[in-house]
């Protein structure tokens, strides 16, 4: 059983963009970042530090905007529309969730598809569907970077995707099809929901639910991602249960250090590739 070590791969990835944002630095170009944080949310403000620790790591200038959770949806739509004018700004990320009383889908269509480092905005998630380049979501980025590192195979596999949001569940079904995988997608409604798990080769779970996955829903020799972040009494524990589940798969990544910094790191490289695009290099 093989370990998949997010921390370590994610750090590796990380010299790697260092020489990038270098070799950019040399012809003038300066990668930015400029989050912007509304209100007090405790783990959005673990996120947004953790975000800036890694841009400044890598050589990434960061920004981070802070603004009182009373902050009026009009007054944040006019910032991000400042931001997306500003051409010392590559990429923009607006930290979800936001107050009640700001509409997260004007926020997100709102910033410039060419600065949408998240790759949340309908422009993004499109071209993802159609094939077409543009940002990737970045847990999902994260994870499939992780699997092509460990040289997992992806083609031809039955991929079973449980969880359906927009930021994990559907781009996660999107670049393992694109990668030519068989996917199938799991929600709430799903029946036998362990029978259809059974069947994965490929087993990615992101429900938001400490411990949904146990041993008896897994194939034996299947690759196990678990994208839960689930704060509890004992520490941060994922969806999978792990001591169980470790005995069964061939391969799976802990909670935590395995998807988590995987997907910071691939902010990284989007904003990289945004400040590129921006000056045609
Ligand atoms: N909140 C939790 N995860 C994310 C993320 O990936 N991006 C943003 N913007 N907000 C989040």
Redesign the pocket.
Known sequence: MQILDGKATAKQIQGELSAEVQALKDKGIHPSLTVILVGDDP??QV?VRNKERACQKVGIESRTIRLPKETQEAELLSLIEKLNRDPDVHGI?????LPEGISEEKVICTISPEKDV?G?HPVSMGRLLLGQDGFR???PYGIMELLRRYQLPIAGQEAVVVGRSN?VGKPMAALLLAENATVTVCHSRTRNLGEVTRRADLLVVAVGKENFVGREMVKPGAVVIDVGINRTEAGICGDVNFSEVKEVASAITPVPGGVGPM?ITM?LANTIRAARRACSV
Do not use: E, R, W
Request: with cysteine; charged share 5%.
């Open positions: 783990a959005s996120y990320l607006v930290q979800l969730p998240d949340f979501s970045c847990t930021i997907t902010l």
